[in-house]
C-alpha cells in the first residue's frame, strides 16, 4: 500500500518539493492494514502553499487511488488546521499520534505530529476526561469482547480500539503503560481480525459465529478454543484499561490524607479488610492463609462500597487462600451469601475475583463456562456474564420468594452445566447441589437448589410450545412441583433468566404465556383446577368466545383487538375441512407474524383466533386480503411453497410423548421462513385431521413450533395415524 500511495503521490506532487507530505494515520499509520480496512490517510501542506493548488493535487491524487480501487478515507489539511483540530476533537489527535509520511515531504508530518503530541501531553489531564466518557458511551453500544455473544473485535471494551487508546494514554507520561504486553495482545487481536477478514471477504469485526470454524481451522484451533482465546485477549486488555484509569485517578489523590509512622492510615472496615485510596485492601493483619473467608469479606466490602479491590491485595488472596475439604462454616455462608445479593454491584467485584483466579478457589466448576460462548442465538452474553446478570436480576424478586438465597444461588448455577458434556440441565443438577453443599446449605436446600437447576426450562418450554389454555398442560406441568413455594422460586428463576438472556426472550408475548401458565399450575397445586373437559377446549378463557348461531358460505368476520406487544385477531367463517390452513397462508400472504392460533367449531361455524405480532391490525384491509384465499382464487401453493435451501439442515419433525393430552402434538424444529405454518396446517388438513391449536416460536433463526392436531371426534389420532402425519410434514418440509 505504501508502494502503491507513493507511485500515486510523485505522479501528482509535480514540482512541489517541500511542504507537501502524504501522512498515513490510524491504523494504517500504526503499520497494522486487515484485508479490507480502510486505508487512513492525510495530505498535509505548510501554511505557505496556495490550499487552491493542493486541493487540485489533491482531487488529483484521490481519483488515481479510486481507480486503483483503494478504500480511502481521507482529508486535506494545512499542518495548523490539523493541529487546530487536534486541539478540539481528542480523537483527531489519537489519531494524528501515530501518524507516519509515506510520500513527500516527511519535515512536514514530523512538525504537525510533534506539535500535536505536545499539545496531547500539555492537556492531557482534561482531555482524559472526554476520551474516557467517549468509551463509556462506546461500551454502551458495543458491550465487552469477553462476554458479548457476538463480539466486536475493534469497538468492544477490550478491542482493538482500546489498545489505540492504551498507546495514547502511554504518550501522555502521566502513567506507565506495559507497551510491549498490549502490543503482544494487539498482534494476537489482529491475527483473527485479519483472517475474519479473508474468510468472511469483506470488512467486519463481529466474530460471527459462522466464520468462527474457518477461522480456528488456519489458526490450527477448535472453534471453542478460539472463541475463548479472543474474549481472554479482550479481558486482559480491558484490564489494563481499567488499571491505567485508577493509576490516573491516582493522580487526583488527596496529598493531604493521614500518614502513620508505617505509612499510610488504613480505614478498617470489617476484620482483615480496610479502606484506602479509595480502593479495598488487606489490613495489616489479614491473615488469608489461615482465614479463607477473608475473600468474601473482602468481596462483600467491594460491593457494599462500590469500590474496587486493591491489585496486591488480590495477588496476596490469590496466592494464600486454600480452602479446606468441608463446607462452609455458617458464617463463611453468611458473607457470600451477603455479596451474592448485592444487586448490580456484584458483578464487577466478581468478574475482578475472577481475573484473579480467586472464583475457582470456591467453585472449580466455573471455569467450565468461563468466557464460554452460548450456542443459542437468542442470547446476548456468555455463559458466565449470563449467569451474574441472571443474579443481578434476582435482587428485584426478592421480595417474590420465601427464599432469596436460594433463588440467587440457582441463579448463578442455572447454566453451569453448560461447562460439560450432556443436557446441561440433567448435568448440571448433581454439580450444583455439590456446589450447594459446599457453600453450606443443608441437604434439602441444596436438592432444591439442584431442583430448579434441573427444571429451569420447564415453564417457558411448556408456556411457549404448548396449549397452556388445555387444562391437561397444567395438570402435567404440575406434578413436576412441590407446591407454591417451589412455583415460585422456578418463577423467579425463569424471569430472572430470560431478563438475562435478551429482551427477546422476555416480551410481552412470551411473559405473558409463562405468567399464565404460572396461575394456571398455582390454581392446580391449591385444587382449585381440577382438570376436567370444557366446552372449547384451548380457548383462552380471557377472550369471548363468539356467540354467532351461523354465517353465509361466503361470510367472514374479522375483529381486532391490542394484545402485549401485539394483537388478538379473531376471525369467524363457514367451517369446513382446511380452513384454518387457508387463514394461516391468508394471514401470512397479509404480511403477518402468526405467534399462536387457536379454533373451536359452534354448529356449522369455525372461530378462530390468531395471536400475531403486529400491534395494529386495520381488520377492513386484512378482510379484503383474506377473501381471495378462501373463495380459491389465489394459489397458496406458489405464493408460499416452502422449499430447502442446499445448505440449510434437515427439519425435524417428530410426535411428542405426552401424558394424558387429548390431542396429538406435533413438534416441527426448522429454519423459520415465510410459508412454514401454511405448509404445515395445509398438510394437517390434506390427511383429514383438524388443529386444535398451533405454538409458534422462534430462536435466533430456527422455528420451534407445535401444532395440536385431532380426529373428528376432538380426540387424538392413534398411533399409527400420528405417525403418517409425521412423516407427511417432514416431506412436505423437505
Not at 101 to 122: E, I, K, P, Y
Not at 165 to 182: R, S
Not at 317 to 340: F, G, K, N, Q, V
Not at 540 to 545: E, G
Amino acid at each position: 500500500m505504501d508502494r502503491l500511495l507513493r507511485d500515486a503521490f510523485a505522479a501528482v506532487a509535480g514540482d512541489i518539493e517541500t511542504g507537501l507530505a502524504l501522512a498515513a494515520v490510524g491504523g494504517y499509520g500504526r503499520g497494522r492494514l486487515s484485508p479490507h480496512s480502510d486505508v487512513d490517510v492525510v495530505l498535509i501542506h505548510s501554511d505557505q502553499l496556495d490550499p487552491a493548488e493542493v486541493d487540485t493535487r489533491a482531487a488529483q491524487l484521490w481519483s488515481r487511488l479510486w481507480e486503483a480501487k483503494v478504500p480511502l478515507d481521507h482529508a486535506v489539511h494545512s499542518i495548523t488546521e490539523a493541529e487546530h483540530l487536534a486541539s478540539t476533537d481528542h480523537r483527531v489527535a489519537v489519531g494524528v499520534i501515530d501518524a507516519r509520511c509515506v510520500a513527500g515531504d516527511a519535515g512536514a508530518v514530523v512538525a504537525m505530529r510533534s506539535t500535536v503530541l505536545a499539545g496531547w501531553r500539555r492537556e492531557a489531564r482534561r482531555r482524559l476526561v472526554a476520551v474516557r466518557e467517549d468509551r463509556d458511551a462506546r461500551l454502551e453500544r458495543s458491550g465487552q469482547l469477553a462476554y458479548e455473544a457476538v463480539p466486536d473485535l475493534k469497538n468492544s471494551g477490550g478491542g482493538l480500539r482500546d489498545t489505540v487508546l492504551l498507546k495514547a494514554i502511554a504518550a501522555t507520561w502521566l502513567v506507565d503503560v506495559p507497551t510491549h504486553e498490549v502490543s503482544q495482545l494487539t498482534d494476537e487481536l489482529l491475527d483473527v481480525r485479519d483472517l475474519l477478514h479473508e474468510v468472511g471477504g469483506r470488512r467486519s469485526d463481529k466474530l460471527l459465529p459462522e466464520l468462527v470454524p474457518d477461522i480456528a481451522a488456519r489458526l490450527d484451533r477448535s472453534p471453542v478454543d478460539l472463541d475463548v482465546h479472543v474474549r481472554d485477549l479482550g479481558r486482559r486488555i480491558d484490564h489494563l484499561v481499567a488499571r491505567a484509569w485508577r493509576r490516573l485517578d491516582e493522580l487526583d489523590r488527596d496529598p493531604h490524607r493521614s500518614v502513620g509512622s508505617r505509612g499510610p492510615v488504613i480505614e478498617r472496615i470489617v476484620p482483615g479488610v480496610g479502606l484506602l485510596d479509595g480502593e479495598i485492601v488487606l489490613t495489616a493483619d489479614a491473615k488469608p492463609a489461615e482465614d479463607p473467608e477473608l475473600l468474601f469479606r473482602v468481596a462483600t466490602s467491594s460491593a457494599r462500597r462500590n469500590l474496587p479491590i486493591n491489585q496486591a491485595s488480590l495477588d496476596r488472596l490469590a496466592r494464600d487462600i486454600r480452602w479446606p475439604d468441608e463446607p462452609m462454616p455458617p458464617s463463611t455462608h453468611r458473607w457470600l451469601l451477603e455479596w451474592l445479593t448485592a444487586g448490580r454491584r456484584l458483578v464487577p467485584v466478581w468478574l475482578q475475583l475472577d481475573f484473579a483466579g480467586l472464583i475457582d478457589s470456591f467453585c472449580p466448576e466455573w471455569a467450565g463456562i468461563r468466557l464460554r460462548g452460548s450456542s443459542s442465538p437468542i442470547h446476548r452474553f456468555t455463559v458466565d456474564r449470563h449467569s451474574l446478570e441472571a443474579v443481578v436480576n434476582a435482587d428485584e424478586l426478592n421480595r417474590d420468594v420465601a427464599r432469596p438465597d436460594l433463588l440467587a444461588v440457582a441463579c448463578l448455577l442455572h447454566d453451569i452445566g453448560k461447562g460439560v458434556e450432556g443436557d446441561h440441565s440433567e448435568v448440571g443438577e448433581p454439580m450444583a447441589v455439590a456446589i450447594a453443599r459446599r457453600w453450606g446449605f443443608d441437604d434439602e436446600d441444596a436438592r432444591t437448589v439442584g431442583w430448579l437447576v434441573r427444571r429451569h426450562l420447564l415453564l417457558p418450554t411448556i408456556a411457549t410450545r404448548r396449549d397452556i389454555e388445555d387444562p391437561v398442560t397444567a395438570a402435567n406441568v404440575a406434578e413436576f412441583i412441590a407446591d407454591e413455594g417451589a412455583l415460585d422460586l422456578l418463577a423467579a428463576l425463569t424471569a430472572c433468566d430470560a431478563r438475562a438472556t435478551s429482551a427477546g426472550a422476555w416480551s410481552d408475548w412470551r411473559r405473558s404465556l409463562i405468567e399464565g401458565l404460572v396461575g394456571k399450575v398455582r390454581d392446580q397445586l391449591c385444587g382449585r383446577a381440577p382438570v376436567e373437559e370444557v366446552e372449547y377446549a384451548g380457548w383462552p378463557a380471557h377472550v369471548p368466545v363468539p356467540q354467532i348461531q351461523s354465517v353465509a358460505p361466503d361470510e367472514l368476520i374479522v375483529t381486532a383487538q391490542p394484545h402485549h406487544d401485539g394483537s388478538l385477531i379473531t376471525i369467524v367463517s363457514a367451517d369446513r375441512r382446511g380452513m384454518l390452513a387457508d387463514l394461516a397462508g391468508g394471514l401470512t400472504v397479509a404480511g403477518l407474524n402468526i405467534r399462536s392460533c387457536r379454533s373451536v367449531t359452534i354448529g356449522s361455524v369455525a372461530a378462530t383466533l390468531w395471536e400475531v405480532s403486529r400491534p395494529q391490525v386495520d381488520t377492513a384491509a386484512l378482510t379484503q386480503r383474506l377473501k381471495p384465499v378462501l373463495e380459491g382464487r389465489m394459489d397458496l401453493s406458489q405464493r408460499l411453497a416452502y422449499r430447502l435451501e442446499r445448505d440449510e439442515y434437515e427439519p425435524r419433525v417428530s410426535v411428542l410423548d405426552t401424558s394424558e393430552q387429548s390431542a396429538t402434538l406435533v413438534q416441527v424444529r426448522t429454519l423459520d421462513r415465510r410459508g412454514l405454518v401454511w405448509t404445515v396446517c395445509h398438510t394437517i388438513a390434506s390427511l383429514g385431521h383438524h388443529i386444535r391449536s398451533a405454538h409458534l416460536s422462534t430462536y435466533g433463526d430456527e422455528a420451534r413450533d407445535v401444532f395440536y392436531a385431532t380426529d373428528d371426534d376432538n380426540r387424538a389420532l392413534t398411533d399409527e395415524a400420528a405417525q403418517v402425519l409425521r412423516q407427511a410434514v417432514s416431506d412436505a418440509l423437505s
